[in-house]
């Protein structure tokens, strides 16, 4: 079945430091793929979306590649901030858009 | 308002005893979603109403009913708490199934089974 991979549970991070958090993902043939973040006390937010090979998606300085060839769908920032601070889960919208599939998640930790 | 609401917060239940979670949006969307969330595990998607239909996952569809009164409403039920089912659930909604459609989602209820 379709599922999301990301590698890493916790990064921690200074400000101003470049972010990378790794999503791979399986599934049979094209999968929208989606960023969502989850603040402490709150539901999940949506941050941005690709829908085919080499889209990039961003927002608030985040960004994404969609990557068929090596299924991959990294989020990356160039200069974190301490309000970043968040859980952050790579998803993958099924075949029929029915249905998201969510990464285990990376919680970011930023230290002033 | 694109918020979705769910009540309580916080449920504590005991084993063998009926669980009753409730969420509701006032986004006229055609979609709701519960999922199941456990410490150091993706969000698992329990089922989801199209309208006034319901799909329930495979490795989930036992444990878990649900019903949808109108739009509005959606809620989870377990008919007997175990200890396993201890986890934040989270209910969203969405408008329609094309890719365009994002997910929101509640702030979620966090069940404690004793």
């Known amino acids: 079945g379709d599922s999301v991979t990301q590698t890493e549970g916790q990064v921690a991070l200074s400000e101003e430091d470049f972010l990378t958090i790794h999503c791979n993902y399986s599934a049979s043939g094209y999968p929208a793929l989606f960023w969502y973040v989850q603040y402490p006390g709150e539901g999940p937010q949506f941050l941005f979306r690709?829908?085919?090979?080499?889209e990039k998606g961003s927002s608030r300085g985040f960004e994404a590649t969609y990557d068929k060839g090596t299924t991959s769908f990294h989020l990356r920032k160039a200069s974190v901030q301490e309000s970043d601070s968040a859980v952050y889960y790579c998803a993958l919208g099924d075949s029929n858009y029915n249905v998201l599939y969510f990464g285990s998640g990376t919680k970011l930790t930023v230290e002033p | 308002d694109t918020t979705v609401k769910q009540n309580p917060r916080y449920k504590l239940a005991r084993v063998g005893k009926p669980v009753n979670l409730i969420c509701s949006q006032t986004m006229n969307h055609d979609t709701m979603y519960w999922y199941q969330k456990k410490p150091n595990q993706a969000p698992k998607l329990l089922l989801f109403?199209?309208?006034?239909?319901?799909?329930r996952e495979a490795d989930t569809f036992e444990k878990f009913q649900s019903s949808r009164p109108n739009n509005s409403f959606c809620s989870l039920y377990i008919g007997s708490a175990g200890l396993e089912y201890s986890a934040m659930y989270l209910c969203?909604?969405?408008?329609?199934?094309?890719?365009?459609?994002?997910?929101?989602f509640g702030s979620g209820t966090r069940l404690t089974v004793l």
């Open positions: 109403y199209y309208d006034k239909i319901l799909n």
């Open positions: 690709a829908s085919r090979d080499k």
């Open positions: 969203a909604s969405r408008l329609g199934f094309t890719s365009a459609e994002t997910l929101y």
